[in-house]
């Protein structure tokens, strides 16, 4: 029981840290994403409708709750192990708002199709 107990404060203490800063990029093609002790870097990405759009994952720390990625509205969930890429790719057919975060919801980014 007290391991579970500091798995959780352990777990707790990694995702309270401050969201990434805010940064945005227009993206088509494929862009890597670094998911690391602050959240996902770029935090924001705006693509135009119908671009190709491959989202490459590298996690680089163990000081972080982004062991994995989860699109929501996607129903997509991939592991991140530490420094290999994962790719994904989007879907950009429909102009909306897609988010992706870490598995907790602690770390939340966006993609904005237009």
Do not use: W
Request: charged residues 20%.
């Amino acid at each position: 029981m007290k391991r579970i107990a500091l798995l959780s404060l352990v777990l707790v203490a990694a995702c309270s840290k401050k969201p990434a800063p805010e940064g945005s990029v227009a993206a088509s093609g494929k862009v890597s994403i670094v998911a690391d002790g602050d959240g996902f870097h770029p935090s924001s990405l705006s693509v135009k409708k119908g671009a190709p759009l491959t989202l490459e994952f590298k996690r680089t720390s163990d000081q972080t709750c982004a062991t994995a990625v989860v699109f929501p509205d996607l129903k997509i969930e991939k592991n991140l192990p530490l420094n290999e890429a994962v790719a994904v790719e989007i879907p950009t057919d429909a102009a909306r708002t897609l988010t992706f975060q870490c598995g907790m919801g602690m770390y939340q980014s966006k993609i904005v199709v237009q």
